[in-house]
């Protein structure tokens, strides 16, 4: 997720598959509410990557494989490609990308789906039977509530703020 001051949120469902059952999924927020944009995106982008980096390593070393998906690519790419920059972790990432670890859902989407209509994501999710909890966000309402998340003087409206992103 990001502002127009850069991007504050990466937001992961991480299932954990186990041969014998029906294994876990759980949402996993790397966020910062840091007012000052480019500590807030390097913060958060840090720690994601070092998840992530964790999570391929230990698929690797157990003989498991690692999926990731994402909805476009292209921008995914272009933001990871940025920060993995200025976090000096830039080989890391252009092999990230690269590798077959990486799944666009878009490109699939594309490949398998004639709608007639936009491959957006939030078109595609209510195509698949989405629907948003309460009430349905878009990148305004978005960029409203991340002003509030991270400058209002009030810690009530800060906080139902930031609930309400990080459940969107």
């Not at 991007?7 to 790397?30: C, K, M």
């Not at 994601?48 to 994402?70: I, K, M, N, P």
């Not at 990432?93 to 789906?113: G, H, M, Y």
Request: aromatic share 10%; glycine share 12%; proline share 2%.
């Amino acid at each position: 997720e990001n502002a127009k001051e850069g991007t504050y949120l990466w937001g992961v469902l991480h299932t954990e598959r186990d041969h014998g059952g029906p294994g876990s999924v759980a949402y996993l927020p790397f966020v910062s509410w840091d007012a000052s944009p480019s500590t807030a995106e390097l913060d958060a982008f840090t720690r994601f990557w070092d998840w992530l980096r964790d999570q391929r390593e230990v698929a690797a070393h157990s003989g498991r494989t690692l999926r990731a998906y994402c909805y476009n690519k292209g921008a995914e790419g272009t933001e990871m490609r940025r920060l993995g920059t200025l976090s000096g972790v830039e080989d890391e990432v252009a092999e990230f990308l690269a590798s077959d670890d990486l799944i666009d859902l878009l490109e699939v989407v594309r490949r398998q789906l004639v709608t007639g209509t936009s491959m957006g994501l939030k078109t595609m999710a209510k195509l698949a039977g989405f629907e948003w909890r309460g009430e349905e966000g878009g990148g305004g309402l978005a960029m409203v509530r991340y002003a509030e998340a991270i400058g209002d003087p009030d810690a009530e409206l800060r906080a139902a703020a930031r609930r309400w992103i990080l459940e969107y």
